[in-house]
């Protein structure tokens, strides 16, 4: 039993340091990356209290210090809350925003099985069978917080950002699920370990002899849907109709202090999310293309665990990439793109596999 626990409490450990130190960083990836794809240096100037010794100095011109101030900045604030707010409702929103946006992550492998003390076990927090569908449900419990953000504000502009944030998850959510079915019937399994198992193909069976079988090769369309829709289910641009300052305020406008800072960080750790689950459907999660060890364990593990962490780390890149690249859609843009575009293509990927399954079998 003792050695059950350590094991869940390390990968709880592994998992959670994993995301939130992420999505600390990403604050500052935002800051430099979009500094260099718009020829400006960025953030470069917090330091330790004034103390800039010769040896902290090239930490402090890359802005490495800027998620520390941003940190003790949102600790430090007033923490106001509206008169006619209610007050319990409203402070219980970006918790549960933040929790379910870090729950979501539990069911998402870092590597492949392997025995220690004599137990199979992997660097997962939850083996569920159902954790496709236990990811979608976390992250659509997140739109409570949401909702309870701006409706409990009793502000007329906060009100309708919630509004605007579930008709946008609402969207992007079906749009995801649907785009995912594909894969599942493709892999036979909902357990996204079994799924990332089923992309490593052997040597001597790769798709047209060099290809290997990960899920942005098998599914292409729903490798586009899914993270694009992901995208959308983060808020953030181009689909940021919630919070869009030049159009309203955003639902977490009556917020300041740490309860800002957490909506803040909800949407990174939703990147992370969407970005841990891209990888693993759509990249093989952990697998190594055209690597294939006799056994799991020792070095192997720990590569297979650094070989996610980069893939995730490339697609949350990527996805900032995005941000600073496109412009954002209006809203009846956002809503068209999401049920005309997205779910009738969704519906369409969902035939065409069912077709070349039927085929490949016949």
């Known amino acids: 039993m003792w050695v059950d626990i350590g094991i869940t409490v390390f990968n709880v450990l592994v998992a959670g340091l994993f995301v939130l130190s992420l999505a600390g960083l990403l604050t500052w990836v935002e800051r430099k990356q979009s500094a260099v794809m718009q020829d400006r240096i960025g953030a470069n100037r917090a330091d330790l209290f004034g103390w800039d010794p010769k040896l902290l100095r090239p930490i402090r011109r890359l802005g490495l210090f800027h998620p520390i101030a941003d940190g003790l900045k949102m600790f430090l604030k007033e923490d106001y809350i509206p008169p006619e707010a209610n007050k319990l409702l409203f402070s219980l929103a970006p918790f549960l925003s ?93 357990e996204i370990g079994d799924i990332v198992r089923a992309q490593q193909a052997g040597p001597h069976d790769l798709l047209f002899g060099f290809l290997p079988k990960w899920g942005i090769v098998m599914q292409p369309l729903g490798f586009l849907l899914f993270l694009t829709a992901g995208i959308a289910a983060t808020k953030r641009i181009p689909f940021d109709m919630p919070e869009g300052e030049s159009e309203i305020i955003g639902y977490f406008v009556e917020y300041s202090g740490m309860k800002f800072g957490m909506f803040m960080m909800t949407d990174f750790v939703e990147t992370i999310v969407v970005a841990g689950l891209t990888a693993a459907l759509f990249l093989g999660g952990w697998h190594i293309p055209y690597f294939y060890p006799a056994h799991t364990g ?65």
């Open 98 to 190: 933040l929790f379910c946006g870090l729950i979501a992550f539990a069911v998402i492998p870092f590597c492949d099985k392997f025995q220690v003390w004599g137990k199979t076990v992997s660097v997962q927090v939850a083996s569920l069978d159902i954790g496709v569908l236990y990811i979608f449900a976390a992250l659509s419990m997140g739109i409570y917080g949401v909702f309870l953000a701006g409706y409990t504000s009793k502000n007329n502009w906060a009100y309708l950002g919630a509004l605007r944030a579930s008709a946008l998850m609402l969207s992007s959510e079906i749009a995801i699920g649907v785009s995912i079915i594909g894969v599942v019937m493709l892999y036979g399994s909902m």
């Open 298 to 362: 020792g070095w192997i593990t720990v590569l297979q665990v650094l070989v996610f962490m980069l893939k995730v780390c490339f697609l949350c890149w990527f996805m900032v990439l995005v941000r600073w690249t496109l412009p954002r859609f209006r809203y009846d843009q956002a809503m068209r793109l999401g049920w005309m575009g997205l779910f009738p293509l969704a519906i369409a990927n969902i035939v065409v596999t069912g077709i070349m399954i039927v085929m490949s079998n016949g």
